[in-house]
């Protein structure tokens, strides 16, 4: 069964950085799409940062220059490096990934979200 796995979050005072991580596991065939996404309390799910179709990378206006996204294909996993975080910030994130596993076809997975919160 395939599942992603995010870890790294955590409480951070503002300015600090912190380094998510996003593992997708399970019987893969391939990976189309890998990015990241937040909610804060009481708000949506709103995106974060992506790769485009063309190998370069997108992000919200809200974290351009702060937050890296990367990832490490052959271990099917997804980073996200944030650095300068803010209040603002504070949600939980989740990765999301269009998979297709073994003998089968692509669909569209969520992890189950990890923690990060800035406060002073």
């Known amino acids: 069964q395939v599942q992603l796995v995010e870890s790294g979050g955590g409480l951070v005072q503002p300015g600090g950085s912190l380094r998510l991580s996003c593992a997708a596991s399970?019987?893969?065939?391939?990976?189309?799409?890998m990015g990241w996404y937040r909610q804060a309390p009481g708000k949506d799910r709103d995106f974060v940062a992506t790769f485009t179709t063309g190998g370069g990378t997108n992000y919200a206006d809200s974290v351009k220059g702060r937050f890296t996204i990367s990832r490490d294909n052959a271990k099917n996993t997804v980073y996200l490096q944030m650095n300068s975080l803010k209040p603002e910030d504070t949600a939980v994130y989740y990765c999301?990934?269009?998979?297709?596993?073994?003998?089968?076809?692509?669909?569209?997975?969520w992890g189950q979200g990890t923690q990060v919160t800035v406060s002073s």
């Open positions: 399970g019987s893969i065939a391939s990976i189309d799409y």
């Open positions: 999301n990934a269009n998979i297709r596993p073994v003998r089968s076809w692509y669909s569209n997975y």
